[in-house]
């Protein structure tokens, strides 16, 4: 125990063991005789000793802070590349056992092995890879580049709203996109996707977009909106586009011209006897050529005649650019079609055999040939114009300009000069491949 004492006289600090126990006459004689009162000097001297103690443990956590800073933005650029490139993120089993930890673990494995400090916080037990931090980064990126679209927006002072379905296998979900100009350039932004599982009928969808606008605050006017001919949203009176119109006048409705462009086409499939007969056969080429056996001896065969591997694809009644691949397909790979049904004729007893024949029938007829290579012409070129207006920077005026010269490009094919170089490409398929034609 210490006894200070306080001469009075002097003000000053003494030290009573210290007086009783050593005396006078020592070198350091502060507490014993002079007494101490210094203090503004001892607080100053206490702190920079604290500072100096201090300052070794705030640059090590400041080191810390910012190795910590660049791991979180690597995980970041992580989390951007895989969104980028449609990736999914996580996989059935994530543990260091497994030998596939899903796109996400398995980056930060590749970039730990060239980056040390990066692989020394991955390597610890909290390296900040859990599915819920992943979950927040995901949503923190998302909610980040939605601001800006939000920013951007507001800087334009008007938008277009675009929407359709999006099923999913749990829910109904309706997903909305806008248009806007920059700078005098046209963007097409995805915002996210609206739960309308509850409800689809006009007023509800009509309601959860206008919700929606306002949860993003989004609070420029909409003068255009773009959606399917559906009923429920293209509807004058009761529709999506009438709700929409409501609430901003000057929204005017746009049906989605590649998918009018689909819809004539399809009519047109639906009325023609002889397109039907086409569209029938590839669907049934597809689903013939589907078998994995069908498909394994078909590829050999496209081998051994030197083509180029080409596969048929599923036909659909929205995006017709498959039948176009569909009829392409077929052409380059008609000899190599002929001999697997061929083969399969001679070799086959099962039911595939009476199919195979139909096949081989149909496709052998000079009238399927003609209206083959002459949808694949007329296809090709209504491909062009679904192309391109489905772009992000597609206008009204390139999309007039547009038609203008698919129509004229129609018109000019009804000439006797296009026409005879389309048939005169007819007389030649069949010739090579040993089709006898019955052509006046």
Not at 46 to 60: D, K, P
Not at 288 to 314: C, M, P, W
Not at 411 to 432: A, C, G, P, Y
Request: charged content about 20%; some cysteine.
């Amino acid at each position: 125990m210490v006894f200070l004492g306080l001469n009075t006289v002097f003000k000053r600090i003494l030290c009573f063991a210290i007086h009783v126990v050593f005396g006078t006459g020592r070198s350091e004689d502060t507490f014993v005789s002079k007494g101490f009162r210094n203090w503004k000097k001892e607080k100053w001297v206490s702190y920079t000793q604290n500072l100096e103690s201090g300052s070794v443990h705030t640059q090590m956590a400041s080191e810390k802070i910012l190795k910590n800073r660049a791991y979180i933005k690597n995980l970041i650029d992580i989390v951007l590349y895989l969104g980028w490139q449609g990736l999914a993120f996580r996989a059935h089993n994530e543990e260091k056992t497994s030998s596939n930890q899903g796109n996400f673990k398995e980056a930060c494995v590749l970039l730990s092995k060239c980056n040390e400090e990066f692989s020394i916080i991955f390597n610890e037990k909290t390296n900040y890879t859990s599915w819920s931090i992943k979950n927040d980064l995901i949503n923190i990126s998302a909610q980040m580049i939605k601001n800006t679209i939000v920013n951007e927006l507001t800087e334009s002072g008007f938008c277009n709203v675009m929407c359709d379905e999006a099923r999913c296998f749990r829910q109904e979900q309706m997903s909305i996109c806008v248009r806007y100009t920059k700078n005098l350039n046209v963007y097409e932004r995805f915002l996210g996707f609206i739960d309308v599982s509850e409800n689809q009928n006009a007023d509800a969808l009509a309601t959860a977009m206008v919700n929606f606008f306002e949860i993003i605050n989004i609070n420029v006017p909409i003068i255009a909106q773009a959606y399917d001919g559906a009923n429920v949203m293209s509807g004058k009176f009761n529709g999506v586009q009438q709700k929409i119109k409501s609430k901003y006048p000057y929204a005017v409705y746009t049906h989605c011209m590649a998918h009018r462009i689909n819809l004539i086409v399809l009519d047109m499939y639906k009325l023609v006897k002889d397109t039907r007969i086409v569209f029938n056969c590839l669907k049934t080429l597809y689903v013939y050529f589907s078998h994995l056996a069908n498909d394994a001896k078909f590829t050999e065969i496209q081998v051994k005649l030197g083509i180029k591997k080409t596969s048929l694809t599923r036909l659909s009644d929205t995006r017709w650019n498959c039948r176009v691949r569909n009829c392409v397909a077929v052409k380059l790979n008609f000899k190599a079609i002929v001999i697997l049904l061929i083969d399969e004729i001679n070799s086959s007893t099962n039911k595939d055999v009476v199919q195979a024949m139909g096949i081989m029938t149909l496709i052998n007829k000079p009238s399927f040939i003609a209206n083959l290579l002459i949808l694949e012409e007329i296809l090709q070129i209504i491909n062009i114009l679904s192309t391109q207006l489905q772009k992000k920077d597609a206008t009204l005026g390139s999309a007039v300009t547009l038609i203008e010269g698919i129509i004229k490009t129609f018109v000019s094919l009804r000439t006797e000069v296009e026409f005879h170089n389309i048939w005169e490409k007819i007389i030649n398929f069949t010739k090579i491949n040993n089709i006898i034609t019955d052509f006046p």
